[in-house]
Structure formats: structure tokens, C-alpha cells
């Protein structure tokens, strides 16, 4: 691979602590350097063209780095330092020499057999990984993939989804238009699920060195992902069979990372819920790349799946094994209206009668959790007690949304306040 380029008269020599030696490339969000720590180690270092004036964004912003920094480190590239003040905020994380996906395939041709196989899983385990951590990437694609020494890493993860809040107006959706979701085209809010439609594009991609939605030109590309069909040749087999599922138009038909992972490995679909189950047998039903059933709800933790062992099936009802809530759950929450992302931690006690939350900037509010009704696996608790600036009491609904994550809702007087997901940390 060639090296960085040169800095240019307009580029900064010094960002923090950090002495920038050269430029790696420049993207929606900012420029990425070259640039050495303190230590003398080498780091990415990227300049975000976007300003912070507000402490909104600012507190925003520093909630969405703590959770990208929770995010197990294989497979991706870890955020080290991040600076938010003044007109020069950056992000700092580590330095791995390689390529992108895009320079990789556009260089050698599009990969086969184990190769593709490899990538695929590399980064679906990525994915799972970020999504167990409450973060969403919003802007998966070829582009974002680093073709590093040591495999695949995926690069520029939850960064862009809180840069772009800051300035974005409206529906206007977020990320690479050749790679969004159908619901983001629309304006619609992005989850998990527009990460793997991304996923499945990417690997449809490296399979054939060209767009599953190719066009004539960039409109009628979209024009396609939103009413066409993907050209998915020359994909075969479990890979051909994920990607189809991955492309749903609806996202609630759409694997979860985790799922997509299993698939992959030959493990899944393992399990599914009461309400999604299929006839005996029934895997996967599609006609020209449309799914015409649900992808059945596997459970298994990220962890579980990493290590190829199947992960115990652990739902509700019909005389299946109770969900335990007990313990702490961490997580990432989104306020729709107020426009902010934000850390949360549950702790739930053992009895599963009540417990404790921590939630906003830093985690610096703090209430009781008091168990007041719901259905034994879907319990509701009453959120009082509140402590911190800006921190109102309200009710708390918790669900299952696997063996090992949390879905949480946050209500007051009946309205629905924030949401998110948490994953069990302890």
C-alpha cells in the first residue's frame, strides 16, 4: 500500500498532544492524519469539519464516544482520546496500516471462496460487536472496511451518526446514499437493521466488484434500492441466503448481526420467540431477493457467538426458561425529541423487585427503580427518587431482546420519553 500523503499548507502540524505527520484520506465528516501520541505511537487522528457551538451537542457527542469505546476491540478500530472544544474537534484511535474494502476489490477483483467467507464473518462479528454496545454505524459500506494485516476492521462507527445530528435538518438521512437502508432513504429513523442492509451490500460487493443496486446513475440507484431488485450474482449457498434476508425492504424482517453470524457459521437459526415461529423446517423463503418471510428471532450473546458456541434459548412462556432481568444492564439511549443520545445503566436486584438507574451526559442522573406491574417477562418499574440537572422521574418498561440485551422504554404521564437497547454487563 502507499503511504500517507503529504500535509498540506492548510492542515494543522498539532492537534492536542498529538503531532500530525501525514494525511490518510478525507471523508464526509473530516480529514483523517497521520499523527504520533505523546508515546511515540502512531494514531489516526481525525479533524471533524462539523463545530460544536452547543453543549447539547457537545454532551451528545461525548455520549456517543463513551459508548463506541465500550465496544469490544476485534474486529474494529478502537477510539483512544477524543477532544470536543474549541473549532477543532478530533477523535483519536488507534492506527492500522491497510486498505479500504472499495481500494481493496477496485485493486485486486472481488473475492471468492474462503476469502469472501472471511470477510463476511469478520465483519458481521464487528457489527454484533457495536451493536451489542448500543451503537448504531449508520454509514456501513466498502469505504468503511479496513483491510488490515490481522483481517478486517471496521472503522468510523457511531462517530458519524452524532456529527451529522449536529448540523442535519429534518429527515435528512445520514451516511453513504449507495448504501442506506430503504427507511433511511425515507427519512425514516436508522436502527441495527440499516446496518445490515448496508452488510449484506458491502458483501455483495466483494463478491462481484460491482453495486447490487447498479444504475445508470445515482438516482436511479436509489431509485432501485428503494423498488428494485439486487443483482446478488455470483453469491451462492449460506452467503447468498443472508444477504437476501439482509436486503428486506421491511427492517423487522432483517437478521440481527448476531443472527447473520450464526448463519454464517452453520449454528442458526437455533431458536425463536412465540409470535414469530415458522412452520417445521421453514428457514428462508425469497423470490428475486425479496424475503417473503420473517427471518425467525435467534437468541444468543456476542460473546457466545465469538467463541462458535451456541447460546442458550432463553424465552418467555410455553414452559420455556425465564428471562432473568437481575443484574446490570449498559446501554445507549435516543430521545427523539430532545435530539440527544445518551448512556444508560439499569441495575436490577436479584429479587427482581427493584434497583437503580444512571442515565444522560456522564451518567450524572441517578433514581429508584421500583417494580410496579407489567408481564413476568416484560416487567414495568416505576422511576423515582430522581437526582441531576435536567433529570425527570417517569416509568420504566424493560424486554427481553435476546439471552443477553435488553430493549428499555422510558414513559411519563403515558408518553414515551427515550428508548434503546442494554446489554448485560454484569
Request: proline share 7%; net charge neutral; with cysteine.
Amino acid at each position: 500500500m502507499s503511504g500517507p500523503a503529504p500535509l498540506r499548507a492548510e492542515d494543522p502540524d498539532r492537534l492536542g498532544a498529538y503531532r500530525l505527520t501525514g494525511r490518510l484520506g478525507r471523508g464526509g465528516q473530516g480529514v483523517v492524519y497521520l499523527g504520533l501520541s505523546p508515546q511515540g505511537a502512531r494514531v489516526a487522528v481525525k479533524l471533524m469539519h462539523a463545530r460544536l457551538d452547543e453543549e447539547r451537542a457537545r454532551r451528545r457527542f461525548a455520549a456517543e464516544v463513551e459508548a463506541v469505546r465500550r465496544v469490544a476491540p476485534f474486529c474494529t478500530v478502537q477510539v483512544l482520546d477524543a477532544d470536543l472544544e474549541g473549532d477543532r474537534p478530533y477523535i483519536v484511535s488507534e492506527y492500522v496500516e491497510g486498505v479500504s474494502l472499495q481500494e481493496h476489490i477496485t485493486a485486486e477483483g472481488p473475492r471468492t471462496g474462503g476469502s469472501l467467507d472471511r470477510l463476511a464473518v469478520g465483519t458481521a462479528t464487528a457489527l454484533a460487536a457495536i451493536h451489542g454496545a448500543g451503537v448504531v454505524h449508520r454509514d456501513f459500506k466498502p469505504g468503511n472496511v479496513l483491510i488490515g494485516g490481522d483481517g478486517p476492521r471496521v472503522i468510523d462507527f457511531g462517530i458519524s451518526r452524532i456529527m451529522d445530528a449536529a448540523s442535519m435538518t429534518g429527515g435528512t438521512p445520514v451516511g453513504t446514499p449507495a448504501y442506506l437502508s430503504p427507511e433511511q432513504l425515507r427519512g425514516e429513523p436508522a436502527g441495527p437493521a440499516a446496518d445490515m442492509f448496508g452488510w449484506a451490500l458491502t458483501v455483495a460487493f466483494a463478491a462481484s466488484g460491482r453495486h447490487a443496486y447498479a444504475a445508470g446513475s445515482s438516482e436511479a440507484v436509489l431509485g432501485r434500492i428503494l423498488f428494485g431488485e439486487p443483482d446478488l450474482a455470483p453469491l451462492t449457498g449460506r452467503l447468498h441466503e443472508i444477504v437476501v434476508a439482509c436486503l428486506a425492504s421491511d427492517p423487522a424482517d432483517r437478521p440481527s448481526a448476531d443472527e447473520a453470524l450464526r448463519h454464517l457459521i452453520g449454528q442458526g437459526p437455533a431458536a425463536v420467540p412465540p409470535g414469530r415461529m415458522l412452520s417445521t423446517g421453514a428457514t428462508l423463503a425469497s423470490a428475486g431477493g425479496r424475503v417473503r418471510r420473517r427471518w425467525p428471532a435467534v437468541v444468543g450473546g456476542l460473546a457466545v457467538l465469538a467463541a462458535g458456541v451456541a447460546a442458550a434459548a432463553l424465552w418467555w412462556g410455553g414452559g420455556a426458561a425465564a428471562f432473568s432481568y437481575a443484574g446490570r444492564w449498559t446501554g445507549v439511549a435516543e430521545h427523539p425529541t430532545a435530539g440527544r443520545v445518551f448512556p444508560v445503566e439499569i441495575r436490577v436486584d436479584t429479587a427482581g423487585g427493584g434497583g437503580t438507574m444512571r442515565w444522560g451526559a456522564d451518567l450524572h442522573c441517578v433514581g429508584r427503580l421500583t417494580k410496579v406491574g407489567g408481564k413476568p417477562a416484560e416487567p414495568d418499574f416505576r422511576l423515582d427518587e430522581v437526582h441531576g440537572e435536567e433529570c425527570k422521574q417517569g416509568s420504566l418498561h424493560l424486554s427481553p431482546d435476546g439471552s443477553e440485551q435488553v430493549r428499555f422504554q422510558v414513559t411519563a404521564s403515558g408518553e414515551p420519553r427515550y428508548f434503546g437497547t442494554a446489554s448485560r454487563s454484569s
